[in-house]
């Protein structure tokens, strides 16, 4: 199996991503990124560090990128501005502009000094806020543009590209690491890991989610 | 005019782009973004606030990017490696992977934080080096990633795209700037301003463009 690089915040789209790439090509190929940008909750990336230790995957890198505050304003990275969503707005007010093809080609650029790539990221189109650069014509133009930019041919996954909140915990049930997904990442804006505040966007899109999945399976047995 | 956002080094190149764009829009509707990445001569930065300010542009955004060198390794950012082209290698060991990637991903979320769309980079395909991420297929994929990832429109211009260096000497002549060029901006991978080192591949092939421009150019008298 060839060594892939996760892009790996701590949340549990990237968390169950993680668990996916160990368990198909074991944890001694699997390397992960994470960026400290100035997201809400800092605690992001010590949960990132801890499950990286957990689970001895084979390398982790934080990265940090300070100047993103600097250049654009979103209430991801200004926690003195309330999340919102204008009526009307494509998504809310939380979308960091430019996010995932910053990770994008700042993990490639990384990779490709390692000899590495294959890159996995967690975006999904069917159940989130309407984030652009989280649909798939974004990911497939960014695979095309990374490979002209380096002139390398990098192969970009995103696992759970079709898959709903409720299809996705059920990949986590497969992969037998529902509970640690549950318990020990962080999803929700006001960085309270697991079950978190319950309240915000987020943490409402797990719980539906998780819900949903549960019940499912009850009536499966 | 609309106002545009010019990616400016402060070397030969973006410094053309920078007084076209002055020449056809007024300096009050230009603005640049000079980034600040470890490179071998941090003069160069230096020099791009000077240009700006003499020129009276609408702003000057400097960026710093602190983790270059810390993801990927070439003789631009590690002034302890020579400068050299490996034989058979597609392009010499100066080559920073990513870097028109990064500027132009950056640049593009700066610029729609203020509202403009239209950006411009120096990048030549015609008498370079051979960087993957100087040729137009780069350019017009990263436009079409750009939109896609901020749902945006943006317009990417590369003016020099199909210019050989003379071509753009006889650009600044036209532009009334040529002086200013030759004796203002820095190329030189040794970081000497103006006609510089003269024996780097960079002064090398700026001094050898200036010399067939002034030769077709006395014939033509």
Chains 1, 2 share one sequence.
Not at 21 to 35: L, M
Not at 138 to 167: E, G, V, W
């Amino acid at each position: 199996m060839n060594p892939i690089l996760v892009i790996f915040s701590g949340g549990q789209d990237s968390t169950i991503c993680l668990m996916k790439a160990i368990a198909e090509r074991g944890a001694d190929k699997v390397h992960a990124v994470t960026f400290d940008y100035g997201q809400r909750h800092a605690l992001e990336v010590q949960l990132a560090q801890e499950i990286a230790r957990e689970q001895h995957i084979a390398s982790h890198k934080v990265i940090a990128v300070d100047w993103y505050r600097d250049i654009t304003h979103n209430s991801l990275l200004d926690k003195s501005m309330a999340i919102s969503r204008e009526p009307g707005a494509p998504f809310p007010n939380t979308f960091v502009e430019g996010r995932n093809a910053l990770f994008l080609l700042t993990a490639a650029i990384y990779a490709k000094s390692r000899g590495i790539t294959e890159l996995m990221i967690g975006v999904s189109d069917a159940d989130y806020s309407g984030y652009p650069d989280c649909r798939e014509p974004f990911i497939r133009s960014m695979n095309a543009t990374l490979n002209l930019a380096m002139d390398c041919t990098f192969t970009l996954y995103a696992p759970l590209q079709h898959l709903t909140k409720a299809q996705e915990w059920a990949l986590a049930d497969r992969l037998g690491c529902l509970d640690y997904i549950r318990t020990r990442t962080l999803t929700c804006y006001e960085g309270i890991p697991g079950d978190g505040c319950g309240q915000c966007p987020a943490c409402k899109l797990r719980a539906a989610g998780l819900a949903e999945y549960l019940r499912t399976k009850d009536q499966r047995r």
